[in-house]
């Protein structure tokens, strides 16, 4: 198993972001969250290592601001 790198390795993190964001122009709230599922449904199936993808969806949980 692969540990998650969570250090920039993306050359162009601004630019994915700029694409990123392009893509959900004028999508509904509903069809923004329909696109973000496929992609991780999209992206997880290109990595491929289940124990990865458990350690990323961890590591997305415990980052997460929690609600008071």
């Known amino acids: 198993m692969s540990d998650l790198n969570l250090h920039r390795n993306l050359t162009d993190p601004d630019g994915f972001y700029a694409n990123l964001m392009a893509v959900h122009d004028g999508l509904s709230k509903a069809e923004s ?29 415990d980052i997460a601001p929690r609600a008071e």
């Open 33 to 61: 969250d329909a696109l973000n599922a496929r992609l991780i449904l999209i992206l997880a199936n290109h990595i491929g290592d289940e124990a990865l993808l458990a350690q990323a969806l961890h590591t997305a949980l």
